[in-house]
């Protein structure tokens, strides 16, 4: 029985060791994998952390974007309404009656002979009537040309232009702001 006694010991000692190494790996398995979840855990906080920046990013892309976009479509609302107002501004005065046309003329011719002495009158067709009468005058020449007058002195050198659209480009350049102001606020 000494054999048995002695096999058994083995056995007994061999079973403790194997008991003991599996102890030790199951520590070093628990130790690897308590490491490995840290290192997940920093990885998808990291991934956490760049996802929530690049989400960041791309809304304030879409913001700035969508203001953008809005502000190009207020712009160009403004310009349609400056642009309608300017067309009706000039139909308005393309569209005066007689009597009212007669009165601007003579203004403008006033003005005009301060700087032309008896300028030659260029005026529409059918509209020299309009001016007839007015003393200092050079020659009034009718033509086909939009509604106002264009003075020129006797060597057709000096040219003033007070056709109404013209006018009315040079006081809506002038005043661009202050019509932008009134309409928009």
Do not use: H
């Amino acid at each position: 029985m000494a054999l048995d006694e002695v096999i058994e010991s083995v056995v007994d000692s061999a079973k403790q060791k194997a008991e003991a190494l599996r102890q030790e790996a199951e520590k070093e398995r628990a130790a690897i994998l308590k490491q490995a979840d840290d290192k997940i855990a920093v990885k998808r906080l990291a991934q956490q952390k760049e996802l929530e920046a690049a989400l960041k990013r791309l809304k304030q892309q879409e913001i700035s974007s969508a203001e953008l976009e809005a502000k190009r479509i207020v712009l160009n609302a403004k310009k349609d309404v400056m642009d309608r107002s300017f067309q009706e501004a000039l139909s308005s005065l393309l569209d005066m009656d007689e009597g009212n046309r007669g009165r601007m003329y003579r203004k403008i011719l006033e003005g005009g002979k301060t700087v032309i002495q008896s300028p030659v009158v260029l005026c529409p067709r059918g509209e020299s009537k309009l001016i007839s009468g007015v003393a200092g005058l050079g020659k009034v020449e009718e033509t086909d040309m939009e509604t106002g007058l264009i003075l020129e002195d006797a060597s057709g050198n000096v040219r003033l232009d007070y056709r109404f659209r013209v006018i009315l480009e040079s006081v809506w350049d002038k005043e661009l702001k202050n019509v932008s102001n009134i309409l928009f606020g």
